[in-house]
T-cell receptor, first 112, second 111 residues
Framework: DAKTTQPPSMDCAEGRAANLPCNHS???????VYWYRQIHSQGPQYIIH???NNETNEMASLIITEDRKSSTLILPHATLRDTAVYYC?????????????FGTGTRLQVTL | DAGVTQSPTHLIKTRGQHVTLRCSPISGHKSVSWYQQVLGQGPQFIFQ???????GRGNFPDRFSARQFPNYSSELNVNALLLGDSALYLC??????????FGQGTRLTVV
């Protein structure tokens, strides 16, 4: 699986959009970009994933650059409950393989 | 619907002892994976099982073993516990080719 690079920490004011970047310059054509988050001492929570098109769900939007070497997770209206560590992961989504390679993620602090 | 359930939630063991952690996947999920998360780091992959067969193994010593049962539940066993095995142990389940869903973990403390 390709390696990802994320800033170690970010701050965001409540109600504002939180934009979390991720670099994955060695991503392969068949690798997806996944985002998970982990609220303190809980299990990681799936947020969203995509291959090359932008994706949106009830939690967030995922913007992937045309060359697929980077992506941005957008939380449109951050709340205090979005304070967590956010992990960007790239992996092949085929067959029965399901290994996720986590880095150290971005610690997002949402403040009043 | 019940999510991934893990037991126990917390556990304290002494160095040299053995521990068994348990995981029940989401109904219909045939794949179970185990991760270790030490304080301040991201989760590290230990094992994946699919249809009772090992499909992946991370860089962990042979003291770590696992198995999956016919009902797709799984156990993680760790022998000869070391202080460094203290961590949050996470179980995740998924169906083939889909995102993984994690349990709340078992916090193991080795003293």
């Amino acid at each position: 699986d390709a390696k990802t690079t994320q800033p170690p920490s970010m701050d965001c004011a409540e109600g504002r959009a939180a934009n979390l970047p991720c670099n994955h310059s060695t991503i392969s054509g068949n690798e997806y970009v996944y985002w998970y988050r982990q609220i303190h001492s809980q299990g990681p929570q799936y947020i969203i994933h995509g291959l090359k098109n932008n994706e949106t769900n009830e939690m967030a939007s995922l913007i992937i650059t045309e060359d697929r070497k980077s992506s941005t997770l957008i939380l449109p209206h951050a709340t205090l409950r979005d304070t967590a560590v956010y992990y960007c992961i790239v992996r092949v989504q085929t067959g029965t393989a399901s290994k996720l390679t986590f880095g150290t993620g971005t610690r997002l602090q949402v403040t009043l | 619907d019940a999510g991934v359930t893990q037991s126990p939630t917390h556990l304290i063991k002494t160095r040299g002892q053995h521990v068994t952690l348990r995981c029940s996947p989401i109904s219909g999920h045939k794949s179970v994976s185990w991760y270790q998360q030490v304080l301040g780091q991201g989760p590290q992959f230990i094992f994946q099982y699919y249809e009772k067969e090992e499909r992946g193994r991370g860089n962990f010593p042979d003291r770590f073993s696992a198995r999956q049962f016919p009902n797709y539940s799984s156990e993680l066993n760790v022998n000869a516990l070391l202080l460094g095995d203290s961590a949050l142990y996470l179980c995740a389940s998924n169906t083939a080719g889909t995102e993984a869903f994690f349990g709340q973990g078992t916090r193991l403390t080795v003293v």
